[in-house]
């Protein structure tokens, strides 16, 4: 499956005495290989806290605000100089755009300079440009550096249609003891059917808002961690349908659902709402829904009615609803893509399956309608309409 990776880290420079040394923003200090900064450890400066947040600017990107407070052990002053890097993921280069920093609310001067490419990656690697600022601690001192910037989106429509965001984290472990606190919150345009999060990284939220009322929501997805060494970089692949073919429905339903297919139904719903319709009318538009969903029972009609309401997490009453689409804790290792490889065996398809931690539907107890979109809404609509008459 080829996916394409957004890349993005924090780099610290320390200068101690007269050896020029480097560190790595989230975080670590840095000597040279093959003539490029590379982390090593450091016993003076403690990474207190973290907070990472990516907001969906749906222009096919993201805007990101870094925020990190560290702190000098040490009872003795402390130089250094700190970046923030651009590296290389698979096939695509990540470029900042509009890149800010500020340490202790002070926008500070920043230096660009290219490093050249390393003739061998370091543990998978590739460092592109480094953004440099100069910080001071005096003894015990804490600061606080902030960064704010936008980087393009990445995915793929191999299997699955996934947006993925990478941030390396690892070069934390290498700063004086745990991370005292690190939290990561995605802030996505809609809703998304699954996603995947690496280990080390626990769930702390996942709620839905109204931006504009039956038009567009969020989906923000929160990690908290304290005491943390991070093991793996935060990778987060968002999956959601492509179409007809996408899947992910019948791996919750057991349905192959009409929400694609459904399009013209929907459409000559919204026309309808407009003009009043005669009684003849409204009859051969419902003889046409009812012969379009023929082939789908009527407790067919009603999963896929639900699958809707709970991708964004409606709370349901039903206790078989609830086991449907609930029933996985986030983080719950599974095979992925789960729609093409829990129950396929054709070979072409598994050489693309492997184990993730997987978040599947959550429940949201602040659900509003007011989330859905007015397709949605209308499709759910239609669907329920059908379930009435033949029950009549």
Not at 69 to 75: L, W
Not at 368 to 375: D, E, F, G, K, V
């Given at each position: 499956m080829s996916t394409r990776h957004l890349f993005s880290s924090l780099m610290v420079f320390l200068t101690l005495a007269l050896l020029p040394t480097f560190a790595f923003g989230n975080d670590a200090e840095y000597g040279s290989f093959s003539g490029m900064p590379v982390p090593i450890e450091n016993d003076?400066?403690?990474?207190?806290?973290?907070?990472?947040?990516?907001?969906?600017?749906?222009?096919?990107?993201?805007?990101?605000?870094?925020?990190?407070?560290?702190?000098?052990?040490?009872?003795?002053?402390?130089?250094?100089?700190?970046?923030?890097?651009?590296?290389?993921?698979?096939?695509?280069?990540?470029?900042?755009?509009?890149?800010?920093?500020?340490v202790d609310g002070k926008e500070v001067k920043i230096t660009t300079k290219t490093s050249g490419q390393m003739k061998e990656a370091?543990?998978?690697?590739?460092?592109?440009?480094?953004?440099?600022?100069?910080?001071?601690?005096?003894?015990?001192?804490?600061?606080?550096?902030?960064?704010?910037?936008?980087?393009?989106?990445?995915?793929?429509?191999?299997?699955?249609?996934?947006?993925?965001?990478?941030?390396?984290?690892?070069?934390?472990?290498?700063?004086?003891?745990?991370?005292?606190?690190?939290?990561?919150?995605?802030?996505?345009?809609?809703?998304?059917?699954?996603y995947t999060i690496p280990e080390g990284y626990e769930v702390k939220s996942i709620k839905h808002e109204v931006i504009r009322k039956g038009e567009r929501s969020r989906t923000n997805v929160v990690f908290e961690?304290?005491?943390?060494?991070?093991?793996?970089?935060?990778?987060?692949?968002?999956?959601?349908?492509?179409?007809?073919?996408?899947?992910?429905?019948?791996?919750?339903?057991?349905?192959?659902?009409?929400?694609?297919s459904a399009a013209e139904l929907v459409e000559a719903r919204v026309t309808s709402q407009k003009s009043k319709l005669t009684e003849e009318e409204k009859k051969k538009r419902q003889e046409t829904e009812s012969a379009f969903l023929k082939e789908y029972s009527k407790a067919d009609l009603r999963l896929c009615r639900n699958y809707i309401y709970a991708r964004y997490g409606y709370p349901f009453k039903s206790k078989d609803l609830q086991k449907k689409f609930y029933s996985h804790k986030p983080g719950t290792k599974h095979i992925y893509p789960p729609h093409y490889c829990?129950?396929?065996?054709?070979?072409?398809?598994?050489?693309?399956?492997?184990?993730?931690?997987?978040?599947f539907f959550t429940e949201d107890?602040?659900?509003?309608?007011?989330?859905?979109?007015?397709?949605?809404?209308?499709?759910?609509?239609?669907?329920?309409?059908?379930?009435?008459?033949?029950?009549?």
């Open positions: 003076s400066i403690r990474m207190v806290s973290e907070n990472i947040i990516f907001v969906d600017t749906a222009k096919g990107g993201w805007r990101v605000d870094a925020t990190y407070v560290f702190e000098n052990t040490t009872d003795k002053k402390v130089s250094l100089k700190m970046g923030y890097p651009e590296t290389e993921g698979d096939d695509s280069g990540v470029n900042f755009k509009g890149l800010k920093t500020w370091w543990k998978g690697y590739r460092l592109g440009k480094v953004h440099l600022f100069d910080v001071s601690f005096e003894p015990s001192q804490k600061q606080e550096v902030k960064h704010t910037f936008e980087m393009a989106g990445g995915g793929s429509v191999a299997l699955a249609c996934e947006q993925e965001i990478s941030y390396i984290t690892r070069t934390g472990r290498l700063w004086k003891g745990p991370i005292g606190t690190a939290r990561f919150e995605v802030s996505l345009l809609g809703a998304f059917d699954a961690m304290k005491d943390w060494m991070p093991k793996e970089d935060f990778r987060f692949v968002m999956m959601s349908e492509c179409g007809e073919e996408g899947g992910m429905d019948k791996f919750y339903t057991g349905v192959s659902c009409p929400f694609w829990s129950k396929r065996k054709n070979k072409d398809m598994l050489e693309y399956c492997h184990e993730e931690r997987l978040i107890k602040g659900f509003s309608p007011n989330l859905m979109t007015p397709y949605e809404l209308m499709y759910v609509k239609i669907l329920l309409d059908e379930e009435k008459r033949r029950k009549k």
